[in-house]
Every structure is written in C-alpha cells, then in structure tokens.
C-alpha cells in the first residue's frame, strides 16, 4: 500500500483482526433544533449511525431517553455489534465506538456513567469517541483519559470538515476552524489520540483550502484522517436546497481519486488514512445515485498513486515550503 492504512495499522498493534462496534448513546447535538432540525446541511440524523444498529433508514430520529433507558440500549447494541463482527469479519478483538452525534454533549457526570457501563459490557481494546470540537473540554478530555490502560487506547473523532471558515459557515458547522485547532490541542495533551474528519466540497473549496486542510492535519499532529465526499441524503436542508436550486457539485470519481492522492501525498508519513470516502446506503442517497464500491475505489487509488510514483508524504516538503 502507498499509505497508512487503518487496518495495517491495527494489524501491526493488535497482531489481531480488530473490528469497531458502533453504538448509538442516545446522545443529541447542540447544533440542532430541539425538533431535530436544521443543524449541518448534510445531516439527517442517521448517517452516522452503523448500518446493524439502525431500526429503520429513512426518517431515523434519536430518542430523547432518560439516562437509565439510554444506558440499558447499550448493552442490546452491544451484544448485536459484537455478534456482527465476529460473524461478519471473524473479529479476535474489538472497539466500543460511539459513533451517531455528538457523544460528548452530556455532563461529565453523566458521560461516565454511560461510558463506564458500555466498558464493563466487554473487554474492549479501544474506545473511541466522536463528538464536536465545541464540545472537548479540558474535563471531558480528562474523563476520557481514565479510560485508557495497558490494554486500552482511548480515541477522538473530531469533525473539521473544511479548513475555511467562510465555508463553515454556509454548512452551518456551528464552530470555526480555531475550534478545532484548539481541541485538538487539548485532546493532545491529554495524551488522547485524534482523528479528524473532513469533507471534500468542491462547490464550496478549492485547492488552497485543501491545502489549508493539509496544512491543519499535519500541525496539530493528528493521529487519523477520515475523507468524507459531499453528497446529498434525504430529510436535509441540503436536499431542500438541492431541489429548489436544481443544481449541486458533486466530485466525479476522477476527481475524486485525483483529490484522495493529492491530499494522502502531503500527509504526514505517520498519519492513518482511516477513510477514503462515504459509505451512504443508495435508499437514502438523493444525489449522486451511483457510488463507487470501496474495494474499487482503493485498487484504482493505488493504480494512479503507482503510476505517478505517488505515496503518502512524499510531497510534504514542497507544501511546507509553499510550493
């Protein structure tokens, strides 16, 4: 491989197959309405939810359950994710992944009591918790770090999304760009480990603010990068948008394989390459219909990165050097 891949990378910590369950805390976001609106354009409260743990896929709302409720589901998602890796992918080891919105917008006090449940469920070799940046204090970062052992790490998933802030806002982020340097910050030296996930728009960036992006990853010395493509799901202001306007910038695949080499280029050698596009089921896609299967994509990846002699961080020197 011609980057950092995320299984390679457990492969060579764990020596074991490592799969993520996902887990929905019944959390809820402080960028959205109490009704469930608005919030990013892009979202429709379900894409962040794994694909096992979803009851239905169009018109998913989060419950607004009591903390006892919300605790007692964890351990039936528990037991379903576990079930599903181990059948699925015969998984030796696994992560507890709090994955649908924002798992960090509850009081300290009430985030270690679903955290310290979900972890006495199983013995899991990573949590990984991913939130906002608006939402990482210094005591959220501190509770996070309890959790860590000889045989625990402990992960942050933090949403960037674009490196411009004029953009920011037009998504409707609810944070700017220093937000997010500053949690990432503060997940650091907590000795927490950081993923950050970002989106590519083309209607809204272009190359500089890639390389602003680029430039963000490599400073703050995150851990993980996750590249997301925009596209357009059902039940959001994006799709409102979209059918009003009548037009919308997708990136081609081309495009799309051109940008991922750009961007894994100028990474830092280091840097796990966790994801490298959006994975949206087409019942709840509106636009584009057609996506690229993933096994597809990473073959095509490494043709073009081989063909143009291409590997992650082989053109950090000339970007560091405003080149």
């Not at 009851?55 to 994710?81: D, H, M, N, P, S």
């Not at 979209?242 to 840097?271: Q, T, V």
């Amino acid at each position: 491989m011609r980057w950092l891949t995320y299984s390679s990378y457990l492969d060579e910590k764990y020596g074991k197959k490592l799969y993520r369950v996902g887990v929905d805390g019944g959390f809820s976001c402080p960028n959205r309405d109490k009704d469930g609106s608005k919030g990013c354009i892009f979202c429709d409260g379900s894409g962040a939810v794994a694909v096992y743990q979803r009851t239905f896929e169009k018109g998913y709302e989060l419950k607004k359950e009591l903390l006892k409720a919300r605790i007692a589901g964890i351990e039936e998602q528990v037991k379903r994710g576990l079930s599903f890796i181990k059948r699925r992918y015969k998984a030796d080891e696994a992560a507890l992944y709090f994955q649908s919105y924002s798992n960090t917008y509850d009081s300290v006090e009430n985030l270690k009591k679903v955290y310290d449940y979900a972890l006495s469920l199983y013995d899991f070799r990573q949590l990984i918790v991913s939130t906002r940046p608006d939402l990482l204090s210094n005591e959220v970062c501190a509770l996070l770090k309890s959790y860590e052992t000889e045989n625990r790490d402990v992960w942050v998933e933090l949403g960037l999304q674009s490196a411009n802030d004029d953009t920011l806002k037009k998504i409707n982020r609810g944070h700017d760009v220093e937000c997010f340097i500053s949690a990432v910050k503060r997940a650091k030296a907590h000795g927490l480990h950081v993923t950050a996930h970002v989106l590519l728009m083309p209607s809204y960036d272009d190359l500089s603010s890639i390389d602003k992006l680029i430039k963000i990853i490599n400073d703050t010395n995150c851990d993980g990068i996750k590249i997301h493509n925009i596209h357009i799901t059902h039940n959001t202001e994006l799709e409102r948008r979209y059918l009003e306007e009548g037009c919308f910038a997708s990136i081609s695949y081309k495009r799309h394989i051109m940008l991922l080499s750009y961007i894994i280029s100028r990474l830092k050698s280091n840097i796990i390459i966790e994801r490298l596009m959006t994975e949206t089921p087409r019942a709840r896609l509106v636009y584009p219909i057609i996506y690229p299967d993933k096994r597809d994509l990473i073959e095509d990846l490494e043709v073009y990165m081989e063909e143009n002699n291409l590997f992650q961080g082989c053109l950090l020197p000339s970007l560091e050097n405003g080149v």
